[in-house]
C-alpha cells in the first residue's frame, strides 16, 4: 500500500484549523546531500490542539520540528509559525513560544538556580512561584552546577526554562525520554495543570504516554506525513482488520501485511466498502501502540 494512498484515505496530508493556527505549512522538502528527509508536507495544527508526532527512528520528526523553529532550513515550502516566518521571529512572537530539544542544550557551568534566574530575565512575563513549585516538586537543587546532573535531570531543567514563561506554543521534541513513568505522568500534567490554552506539538516514541493527553496525531514515515487527523476520529473510524485473504485495493484500505494471525489490514471504515469484507474478517479499533506497528511496519 503506496504512502499516498494512506495520506488520501485520511483526507490529505493536514489537520483542519478551527481557529487560528499557530503552525501552518506548505509544501515543505528538506534534503541533506541525497538523502530526502521531508518530503511534500502540508500540515495546519489548529489553536489549542495537543498534537501527538510519531514515527520509527529516521522518520523526519526532528527535522520538521527544526524547521518550524527556523534551526533549520527548508529547500523548499512555506512555514508560519504563529502567523511569522521562523527564520524572523519577532521579539513577541519568541516569547510566546517554548521548546524542549531531544538532547537539552543548557550552559553547563552555571548552577540550576543562576540559570533559571538567567532565562528568566529574556521574557516579559516569567511564572517565578510556578517555576519553583515545579523545581521543588521535581526535586532539582538550585545550587547545583547543570554539568554534574543526569540527562533525566537536565530534561527537567529544560522543561522549566520552556513552561516558565507560559508560552502559548510549545514544541517538545522526545521531551520525557530520560524521566521515569511517575516524572513523566508529573510533567503530562503540568502542560495542563495552570488552565491555560496552549498549542502542543509533542513528538514521542512512549505512545502510552502520549495517547493519554493528545487530541489529534501526526504519523510520520520516511519523510511524509502518511496520517494525520483528530485522535478521537481515529479511534472511531479506523479499525484492523484480521483477515483469511487479502483485500481488494480500494479507497479506505491503508495498510495490509502478513501477520502473526495471517493477515491484517487497516481500514478507514469511512471509505471503505464494508461489503468487500468476507464474512470471517474480524474487525477492532486500534489503541495508539497497535495503530503504530499497523501502518509503520
Same mark, same amino acid.
Given at each position: 500500500?503506496?504512502?499516498?494512498?494512506?495520506?488520501?484515505?485520511?483526507?490529505?496530508?493536514?489537520?483542519?484549523?478551527?481557529?487560528?493556527?499557530?503552525?501552518?505549512?506548505?509544501?515543505?522538502?528538506?534534503?541533506?546531500?541525497?538523502?530526502?528527509?521531508?518530503?511534500?508536507?502540508?500540515?495546519?495544527?489548529?489553536?489549542?490542539?495537543?498534537?501527538?508526532?510519531?514515527?520509527?527512528?529516521?522518520?523526519?520528526?526532528?527535522?520538521?520540528? =527544526?524547521?518550524?523553529?527556523?534551526?533549520?532550513?527548508? %529547500?523548499?515550502?512555506?512555514?508560519?509559525?504563529?502567523?511569522?516566518?521562523?527564520?524572523?521571529?519577532?521579539?513577541?512572537?519568541?516569547?510566546?513560544?517554548?521548546?524542549?530539544? %531531544?538532547?537539552?542544550?543548557?550552559?553547563?557551568?552555571?548552577?540550576?538556580?543562576?540559570?533559571?534566574?538567567?532565562?528568566?530575565?529574556?521574557?516579559?512575563?516569567?511564572?517565578?512561584?510556578?517555576?519553583?513549585?515545579?523545581?521543588?516538586?521535581?526535586?532539582?537543587?538550585?545550587?547545583?552546577?547543570?554539568?554534574?546532573?543526569?540527562?533525566?535531570?537536565?530534561?527537567?531543567?529544560?522543561?522549566? %526554562?520552556?513552561?516558565?514563561?507560559?508560552?502559548?506554543?510549545?514544541?517538545?521534541?522526545?521531551?520525557?525520554?530520560?524521566?521515569?513513568?511517575?516524572? =513523566? =505522568?508529573?510533567? *503530562?500534567?503540568?502542560? &495542563?495543570?495552570?488552565?491555560?490554552? =496552549?498549542?502542543?506539538?509533542?513528538?514521542?516514541?512512549?505512545?502510552?504516554?502520549?495517547?493519554?493527553?493528545?487530541?489529534?496525531?501526526?504519523? *510520520?514515515?520516511?519523510?511524509?506525513?502518511?496520517?494525520?487527523?483528530?485522535?478521537?476520529?481515529?479511534?472511531?473510524?479506523?479499525?484492523?482488520?484480521?483477515?483469511?485473504?487479502?483485500?481488494?485495493?480500494?479507497?479506505?484500505?491503508?495498510?495490509?501485511?502478513?501477520?502473526?494471525?495471517?493477515?491484517?489490514?487497516?481500514?478507514?471504515?469511512?471509505? &471503505?466498502?464494508?461489503?468487500?469484507?468476507?464474512?470471517?474478517?474480524?474487525?477492532?479499533? *486500534?489503541?495508539?501502540?497497535?495503530? &503504530?506497528?499497523?501502518?509503520?511496519?
Amino acid at each position: 500500500m503506496n504512502q499516498q494512498h494512506l495520506a488520501d484515505g485520511l483526507h490529505k496530508q493536514e489537520l483542519a484549523a478551527t481557529r487560528t493556527s499557530p503552525i501552518e505549512v506548505s509544501g515543505l522538502n528538506l534534503s541533506f546531500k541525497d538523502r530526502h528527509v521531508l518530503k511534500d508536507l502540508d500540515l495546519c495544527i489548529p489553536q489549542g490542539a495537543v498534537v501527538g508526532v510519531v514515527g520509527a527512528n529516521g522518520a523526519g520528526k526532528t527535522s520538521l520540528m =527544526r524547521c518550524l523553529l527556523g534551526l533549520t532550513l527548508p %529547500q523548499s515550502g512555506q512555514i508560519r509559525l504563529l502567523g511569522e516566518n521562523p527564520q524572523t521571529l519577532s521579539h513577541s512572537a519568541r516569547a510566546r513560544l517554548g521548546y524542549v530539544a %531531544q538532547t537539552p542544550e543548557l550552559v553547563d557551568w552555571m548552577r540550576v538556580g543562576h540559570y533559571l534566574d538567567y532565562i528568566a530575565a529574556f521574557y516579559p512575563v516569567w511564572r517565578s512561584a510556578r517555576v519553583e513549585a515545579w523545581r521543588r516538586a521535581w526535586d532539582l537543587d538550585i545550587d547545583q552546577k547543570i554539568s554534574v546532573l543526569s540527562l533525566g535531570q537536565k530534561q527537567k531543567l529544560a522543561l522549566l %526554562q520552556a513552561l516558565g514563561h507560559a508560552p502559548e506554543l510549545l514544541l517538545l521534541d522526545e521531551p520525557v525520554a530520560s524521566l521515569d513513568p511517575l516524572m =513523566r =505522568r508529573d510533567f *503530562m500534567r503540568s502542560l &495542563f495543570d495552570d488552565g491555560q490554552l =496552549r498549542t502542543v506539538l509533542i513528538s514521542s516514541h512512549l505512545l502510552s504516554d502520549l495517547e493519554r493527553i493528545i487530541t489529534h496525531l501526526v504519523l *510520520m514515515k520516511n519523510g511524509r506525513i502518511v496520517l494525520a487527523e483528530e485522535w478521537d476520529v481515529i479511534t472511531e473510524y479506523v479499525q484492523r482488520v484480521q483477515l483469511t485473504r487479502r483485500l481488494p485495493e480500494a479507497p479506505g484500505l491503508l495498510a495490509q501485511h502478513v501477520c502473526s494471525e495471517g493477515l491484517s489490514a487497516v481500514i478507514d471504515t469511512r471509505l &471503505f466498502d464494508l461489503s468487500l469484507l468476507p464474512s470471517d474478517a474480524h474487525r477492532a479499533p *486500534m489503541n495508539l501502540d497497535t495503530l &503504530f506497528v499497523e501502518l509503520v511496519s
